[in-house]
């Protein structure tokens, strides 16, 4: 039986369902091919130190709420998730620290007039939460880090560079589209920024051999205009990369053994890990 606290987080991450029908979880996207078992250890382990998230796609439908929801679910316990449908919610954080780490979730940077969208001014305060004991989430049309930075930059939204260099998890969505077949949603590139991983580097998915390749990333040299990527080292999604042994890797293919297949029964075994794993 989850705590109420854990339950209440659930029912966040459910209002983020804009399609109806169950939510999926990282099994689902595992095994849908979205992203592999080597993404998801390594944003769980950003998640446990800290990090924010921030996924985007330019088009709708893509799948970026979806991984946002299904990333969160793997956070520690006794992280509270409170949803921004007020920029009086941001200024209350921003004043008074809380009694315990909050993630401030904001369903999309965005100008519509929906639950839980932010625009404009309060959108760079939103940011400013990362930079104390909080954590932010959220997700915006952007198919790319270049892009996602202009428009939180740029006007009007003005968010200091500096804040955003604060997330340590940013995700980017690709749909893969052929003449047969559904459509394919892939978790195109992900980066992961230091100090909430070792060292800071990316997952990039490859559409020909539906594979995965992880790669530095010279996260300190991003601007506004161009990321300096390194050179790529092989590392394919299912290989005996030495990366996936770790406890979080292990933890994810026992998710993936037991087929968790709803945001309870995610956090369940959550929640049991960190039990496990308590210092």
């Not at 989850?2 to 339950?7: A, M, R, V």
């Not at 939460?129 to 202009?150: M, N, V």
């Not at 292990?250 to 945001?263: G, Q």
Request: hydrophobic share 40%; charged share 20%.
């Amino acid at each position: 039986m989850l705590p109420l606290s854990e339950k209440h987080n659930i029912r966040q991450l459910e209002q983020l369902n804009q399609r109806g029908g169950r939510m999926l979880t990282v099994v689902d996207l595992i095994d849908a091919g979205t992203l592999s078992v080597e993404m998801a250890a390594a944003v769980m382990e950003a998640l446990a130190k800290g990090s924010s998230l921030l996924t985007g796609a330019r088009p709708g439908g893509a799948g970026k709420t979806t991984v946002m929801a299904a990333f969160l679910n793997l956070m520690p316990p006794d992280v509270a998730i409170v949803t921004v449908d007020d920029p009086a919610i941001i200024q209350r954080g921003l004043e008074r620290p809380p009694q315990q780490p909050v993630c401030y979730l904001v369903h999309e940077i965005g100008a519509g007039h929906w639950y839980g969208y932010l625009w404009g001014r309060p959108v760079a305060d939103f940011f400013r939460l990362a930079a104390g004991p909080h954590r932010i989430a959220s997700c915006l049309h952007a198919d790319t880090l270049e892009e996602l930075t202009e428009i939180l930059v740029g006007p009007p939204l003005h968010v200091n560079p500096c804040d955003i260099n604060r997330v340590g998890i940013l995700g980017f969505m690709r749909m893969d589209r052929s003449t047969r077949g559904p459509v394919e949603r892939r978790l195109a590139t992900l980066y992961l920024r230091s100090p909430f991983v070792a060292q800071s580097h990316r997952f990039v998915c490859h559409s020909a051999s539906n594979s995965f390749s992880r790669e530095p990333w010279d996260s300190d040299a991003v601007s506004v205009n161009t990321p300096q990527i390194g050179a790529g080292i092989s590392s394919q999604e299912r290989g005996g990369d030495p990366v996936r042994h770790n406890p979080f890797c292990d933890f994810i293919e026992h998710l993936m053994k037991v087929e968790a297949r709803s945001l309870a029964d995610v956090r369940e075994e959550v929640l049991t890990f960190y039990n496990r794993h308590a210092e």
